[in-house]
């Protein structure tokens, strides 16, 4: 505790003589209560002063009580603001939240393109679910021009990554040749791969087209053919 309490200190200290990383260390001690009591107002006003200095974690966790309502009423637009600041910065998890609000239209206008640019940028940094919205928009044509070798490129990055449903369409790209030469090959053991992380799709395709593969504990029927789906997105 007398530890905890000595660090506390020491960043209030570096705070008032005018740190950013300091003023954002010590709302981050407000908020835990740590060597400090737990005080998420103060939290909020020492994140604020940080983010007010352009510090990118400062500026992040503004954005997060103002989306939140922690320490602060919440406010989707002025959380917006902030991430926007901690994205333009470099921040992937910021460039994430910035992508998710554009295309939703979540505290800001609703614009698909400047969302896919958001979820590229963060998919360029190894964000998987970021990959998989880019794939996804290539595939689609939502909010960039339809390419199927891009879709087809991005959702492989996030395959290789291990995301089961990635790796059911990487292997079912292969399979079928969208975006991609045919190799049934590597495209079954991509759908194998899936299936043996207990991916419903990749399960059932499996079955009914007679391929073997390994999980433990198959839950899902045999479908019919009309019944297959491939997940698209």
């Known amino acids: ?45 020492w994140y604020h002063q940080a983010a007010m200095h352009n510090d990118v974690y400062g500026c992040f966790n503004t954005a ?23 994205a333009e910065q470099g921040d ?34 190894g964000h998987v679910q970021s990959q998989k919205n880019v794939g996804a928009a290539y595939w689609n044509g939502d909010g960039v021009e339809r390419n199927l070798e891009e879709c087809a490129f991005w959702y492989e990055l996030a395959a290789n990554s291990g995301d089961a449903m990635a790796q059911f369409a990487t292997g079912w790209f292969r399979m079928t040749g ?12 991509w759908i194998q791969k899936a299936a043996s992380q207990g991916y419903e799709p990749a399960i059932e395709y499996c079955q009914e087209h007679g391929y073997p593969f390994k999980y433990f504990g198959i839950t899902s029927k045999k479908l019919s053919e009309n019944d297959i789906q491939v997940n698209e997105n």
Do not use: I
């Open 92 to 125: 992937m998890q910021s460039q994430v939240n910035v992508a998710n609000a554009l295309y939703l239209g979540d505290g800001v206008e609703t614009d698909h393109t400047a969302a896919f640019q958001w979820y590229h940028e963060a998919a360029f940094q």
């Open 1 to 45: 505790m007398n530890k905890d309490r000595d660090t506390a200190l020491g960043y209030r200290k570096k705070a008032l003589e005018g740190d950013p990383k300091a003023m954002n260390n010590l709302g981050v001690c407000y908020r835990r209560g740590t060597g400090v009591p737990e005080n998420h107002e103060l939290a909020f006003e």
């Open 178 to 189: 969208n975006g991609v030469p045919v190799d049934e090959r590597l495209g079954l053991q």
């Open 64 to 86: 997060e009580c103002y989306y939140h309502g922690d320490g602060v009423e919440a406010d989707h637009q002025e959380a917006f603001k902030w991430y926007l600041r901690a």
